[in-house]
C-alpha cells in the first residue's frame, strides 16, 4: 500500500485514476452496447443505468480519496478533474452516436434531453464526491447511504452479462448494504452524535431503492421540472410501500445494521 500511495502522488496518476473510475462505472454498458453505438446509458431507454454510472464514479473517486489520499484537499481536485474529463468522453461520444448532427447544431428532443439529464448528474455526482471525501465520515455516511445503492444495481448488471452468475444476482443487490455497513462500523454509535448519523444513514439506505427507482422513471418520461416533481413524489409513496419492495429493503437495511456492529464490537475488542 505505501508503495501505490507514493505512485498516486503524481498528480497525473491521480488525473489517470478519475478517468478509470468512469471507464470502470461504464464497463457493462460498454459490455452490452447501447444499440451498439452509445457507451453511456440514455436517458430515455436507461435513466437507470445513468444514475447507477454517476453514482458509482462517485463512490469509487471518494473512497480513493480517503484511503490513497488520505483526505487531502488538492489529491480529491485532481481526481475530480479526471472523472468530469471521463465522463464529458462519455457524453459526448453518445451524443454523437445517437445523434451525429448534433455536433453542427441540429440538436433532436432527444439529445437535448439527455444533455439535460447528464449535465444534472454531473453537478450532482461531483458535489456528492467531494461531500462524501471531504466530510467527517459520520457525516459523510449520510451521503455514501446515497452511493452505495449504486453498488449493488452495477453488481447486478455484470452478473446478468456472465454466463451461470445470473442466479446470483439477487444477492449481489445487497453489496450496497454491506459497504454502507462497513463504513457504519468505523463511525460506531457509542456516543450520541454518531449515533443521530449512524440511524440517519441507515434509513436514508432503507429509502434509496425507491428514491432511484422513481427518479428513473420521471426521468424517462420526459415530462417537464413540475410535473416531474410531482410524478417522482407519487412514484415514490407507491413504491416504497410496495410488499414486493419490503423484503430485499428489510434485508439489506439488516445486513448495514449487523455488519456495523459486528465492525464496532471487534474493534473494542482489537483495543483492548
Known amino acids: 500500500m505505501g508503495s501505490m500511495r507514493r505512485v498516486w502522488q503524481n498528480w497525473w496518476m491521480q488525473l489517470v485514476g478519475g478517468i ?19 457507451i453511456l446509458p440514455v436517458a430515455s431507454d436507461d435513466a437507470l443505468g445513468l444514475i447507477i454510472v454517476f453514482a458509482l464514479t462517485a463512490l469509487l473517486g471518494s473512497w480513493c480519496v480517503r484511503r490513497i489520499g488520505r483526505g487531502r484537499t488538492g ?15 462519455l457524453g459526448a461520444q453518445g451524443i454523437q452516436a445517437t445523434n451525429p448532427a448534433a455536433f453542427s447544431g441540429d440538436l433532436s428532443k432527444a439529445s437535448v434531453h439527455q444533455l439535460w439529464v447528464f449535465g444534472s448528474l454531473l453537478v450532482i455526482s461531483q458535489a456528492w464526491y467531494f461531500l462524501s471525501a471531504k466530510l467527517r465520515l459520520p457525516v459523510a455516511a449520510l451521503f455514501y447511504a446515497m452511493l452505495t445503492v ?3 444495481y452495477w453488481l447486478q448488471i455484470v452478473a446478468s452479462l456472465i454466463a451461470g452468475a445470473q442466479s446470483y444476482a439477487i444477492y449481489l443487490g445487497y453489496a450496497g448494504a454491506l ?67 419490503q423484503t430485499p429493503l428489510i434485508i439489506s437495511l439488516a445486513t448495514a445494521m449487523l455488519t456495523s456492529v459486528i465492525i464496532v464490537i471487534v474493534r473494542k475488542a482489537r483495543r483492548r
Do not use: H
Open 20 to 38: 478509470l473510475m468512469a471507464a470502470i462505472a461504464v464497463l457493462p454498458w460498454l459490455w452490452i452496447g447501447e444499440n451498439d453505438r452509445a
Open 75 to 89: 489529491f480529491a481536485v485532481v481526481t475530480a478533474v479526471g472523472m468530469f474529463l471521463g465522463m464529458l468522453a
Open 150 to 152: 449504486s453498488l449493488g
Open 179 to 245: 459497504v454502507l455497513g462497513l463504513i457504519l462500523g468505523f463511525v460506531g454509535f457509542l456516543r450520541a452524535s454518531n449515533l443521530i448519523f449512524w440511524v440517519l444513514s441507515l434509513a436514508t439506505q432503507w429509502v434509496m431503492p425507491a428514491v432511484v427507482d422513481s427518479a428513473a422513471r420521471v426521468i424517462q418520461s420526459e415530462v417537464g421540472f413540475a410535473k416531474g416533481l410531482r410524478a417522482f413524489g407519487k412514484n415514490f409513496s407507491a413504491t416504497v410501500l410496495e410488499v414486493p419492495w
